[in-house]
C-alpha cells in the first residue's frame, strides 16, 4: 500500500504511446550531453529545464514530455540520505528524506503501542522489542528502490535526466556543474525552478551540536534520551517516533499548544495525547542555549522550567526554507526576485519576474505538501505548452499529520472563519473510541465540522484520531463537490465506526462569527 501510495504520484503522468528517441548514455561522473535533435523550436537544446527531480520538478518534467510532446530535461543532483550542497537524489525531500521514510518510521514505531492495546484484548506475549538497524535497513532499501523508480518514470517519458546543480546564466542557460566538478551549459526555451526546501536551526549557541530531520531518518541507533525542538508537523511526528520506539522523549514547544496554524480543538486534543502517550511536553518555553560535556551528553537550556539535562539527541523541527542557494542557483543575476522569506517570488501562474523562469513547489512557499507541487506542476504544463492558462487552486487542500494518533484536516478552521466575518455552526464530538474500552488507552479522538450558516455548505472537517488521514482524503473529495450540511445528514453512516460521526451530529456545540 505504502508503495502504491508513493509512486501514485507519478504514474498517471506517461503517455505509452509518446514519441521515442534515441538517448545519448552520458558519462559516469561528467553531466550527460544533450541529445541530438532539438527543442521544438530549433533555438535551444531544450524546451524545458527543470532545476530539482523533486514531485513537482519531475510532475511537470514528464507532463512536458509525454503529454505535451516537449523535449525536456531535468537537473538533479546525485542520490544521498542526507541533503547537501552536492547531493540530493531523484524523488527530492518527499521519497528520500520526508513523507516517505518518516511514514515508514511512524508505522514501524506505531506497533509498540499495538502491543500495548493488545494485552487488554487477551493477547499475552514476551516484551517485543524494536531491532532499529533492522528497520533502518529496510528503509533505506525502499528509498534507493523509489529513486530508482523516478530515474525510470523519467526515462520512460523520454526526459533526460542531467546528474549535477544547475544555476542559470541568463533566462535561456543553464550551468551543469557535474558530481566531478566539470561545467556546461545547456539552453532552454523555458527553465523551471523546483528546487524543494531544506529544514532549519535555531540561532542559538550550541545549534551545531542539534540535528535535523535529514539525520534523525538515518540514526543508527534510538537515542536513550532525546529531546525535540519545535510544535510543527515534523516535530510532533518525530516525538511520537521516538517515544514509541522506546525514547524518554521531550517536545519543546513556544506556544501553549502545538501546531501552530491548525484549528485549536485539534491543537489541543493533539497537546493532550502527547502527554498521556508518555511524552514529556515543555509547552510555553523557548530553547536558549545547547551545551555538550565531555561525555557527550548535551544538555538544553530553556527560558521556562528547568533544563532538560543529560540528553543523547537534541533534533530541530523549527521549519523549513525556501531552497534559493544550496548550491547557488543564479537568480539574482538574471532577475529573480525573492520574497522576505526567502522563497521565489511568483504570480498566479507560477512565472517567476523573469521572463522564461518558472517555479513550483516549496521553492515558491505556497503551499508546502507534496500533492500541491505536483498540482502546481501540472498547472505549469497547461499554462506554458499547452494553450491553456491554469491557476493552481488551493481551495480545500487537505493535510495530515502523522502524530499518534494521527491528525486530517480540510478547509477552514474555526479561527478563520471568524477572522472572515463569517456565521458558522460548529458541530464537535469528543469520545474515547471503542477500543479503548478494551485496551484501556486513556485517549480522546476529535471530530469537528464547520457549516456556513448562510449556505449550509461545510466549509471545515477536522479529525484526531486513528485513520483520520485516510478519512480526510474523502471528505477533502465531498467539500471540493460543495457537501452542504444536509447533505452530510443524509448519509448513512457506517457502525460501528469513528468516522461515522461525520454523518451523526445534528446540534451545533456553538455559533461563532457575524450574526
Request: overall charge neutral; aromatic content about 6%; charged content about 20%.
Amino acid at each position: 500500500r505504502l508503495v502504491l501510495t508513493a509512486i501514485s504520484c507519478i504514474s498517471c503522468m506517461g503517455n505509452k504511446n509518446s514519441r521515442s528517441r534515441k538517448e545519448k548514455p552520458s558519462a559516469p561522473s561528467a553531466p550527460s550531453a544533450p541529445s541530438a535533435n532539438m527543442s521544438k523550436c530549433g533555438k535551444y537544446d531544450y524546451d524545458l529545464v527543470t532545476i530539482g527531480g523533486g514531485s513537482g520538478g519531475v510532475r511537470a518534467s514528464r507532463w512536458a514530455a509525454a503529454n505535451a510532446g516537449q523535449k525536456v530535461a531535468v537537473i538533479e543532483m546525485p542520490f544521498n540520505p542526507l541533503s547537501s550542497a552536492t547531493a540530493g537524489g531523484l524523488g527530492g525531500t518527499c521519497v528520500i528524506r520526508g513523507c516517505v521514510p518518516k511514514k515508514l518510521f511512524v508505522f514501524g514505531s506505531g506497533f509498540h503501542h499495538d502491543f500495548e492495546d493488545a494485552r487488554g484484548f487477551g493477547w499475552d506475549f514476551n516484551e517485543p522489542k524494536l531491532d532499529w538497524k533492522v528497520l533502518q535497513e529496510k528503509k533505506h532499501k525502499e528509498i534507493t528502490r523509489l529513486n530508482g523508480i523516478y530515474g525510470n518514470m523519467l526515462k520512460g517519458a523520454n526526459v533526460d535526466s542531467i546528474e549535477g546543480s544547475g544555476k542559470l546564466l541568463d533566462n535561456h542557460t543553464v550551468q551543469v556543474t557535474g558530481p566531478d566538478g566539470s561545467t556546461r551549459n545547456v539552453t532552454a526555451s523555458n527553465i523551471l525552478i523546483a528546487t524543494g526546501g531544506t529544514a532549519n536551526k535555531l540561532n542559538i549557541p550550541g545549534a551545531e551540536f542539534g540535528i535535523t530531520s535529514d539525520e534523525a531518518l538515518t540514526l543508527d541507533e534510538v537515542p536513550k534520551k532525546v529531546v525535540v525542538i519545535g510544535g510543527g508537523f515534523i516535530a510532533v511526528e518525530f516525538a511520537g517516533i521516538f517515544n514509541a520506539s522506546g525514547a524518554e522523549t521531550h517536545i519543546v514547544y513556544r506556544q501553549p499548544t502545538p501546531l501552530r496554524g491548525f484549528d485549536e480543538d485539534v491543537r489541543t486534543t493533539v497537546g493532550e495525547n502527547l502527554s498521556k502517550r508518555g511524552i514529556n511536553v515543555h509547552a510555553g518555553a523557548n530553547p536558549v542555549k545547547i551545551e555538550k560535556a565531555a561525555s557527550g551528553k548535551l544538555t538544553l537550556t530553556l527560558d521556562k522550567g528547568g533544563p532538560v539535562e543529560e540528553c543523547d539527541l537534541v533534533m530541530f523541527a523549527t521549519g523549513r526554507s525556501p531552497n534559493t542557494n544550496r548550491p547557488d542557483l543564479g537568480l539574482k543575476e538574471v532577475g529573480v526576485e525573492l520574497t522576505k522569506s526567502g522563497a521565489i517570488k511568483v504570480d498566479e501562474f507560477s512565472r517567476t519576474t523573469a521572463e522564461h523562469v518558472w517555479a513550483v513547489g516549496d521553492v515558491t512557499n505556497r503551499i508546502n505538501l507534496t500533492p500541491v507541487a505536483l498540482m502546481e506542476g501540472g498547472a505549469f504544463v497547461a499554462t506554458c505548452f499547452q494553450d491553456n492558462p491554469t491557476k493552481p487552486d488551493y481551495e480545500y487542500v487537505p493535510s495530515a499529520v502523522f502524530s499518534q494518533p494521527p491528525v486530517g484536516t480540510v478547509g477552514l478552521t474555526e479561527e478563520q472563519v471568524v477572522q472572515k466575518g463569517m456565521s458558522c455552526d460548529v458541530y464537535i464530538s469528543s469520545f474515547k473510541p471503542m477500543k479503548s474500552a478494551l485496551s484501556g488507552r486513556d485517549e480522546k479522538f476529535l471530530l469537528k465540522v464547520i457549516v456556513d450558516v448562510p449556505t449550509d455548505r461545510v466549509v471545515g472537517m477536522h479529525m484526531v484520531g486513528a485513520d483520520s488521514s485516510e478519512i480526510m482524503q474523502g471528505m477533502a473529495v465531498a467539500l471540493k463537490c460543495g457537501c452542504t450540511k444536509k447533505q452530510l445528514d443524509s448519509t448513512v453512516g457506517i457502525h460501528p465506526s469513528s468516522a461515522e460521526e461525520f454523518v451523526t451530529m445534528r446540534t451545533p456545540t456553538r455559533r461563532v462569527g457575524s450574526a
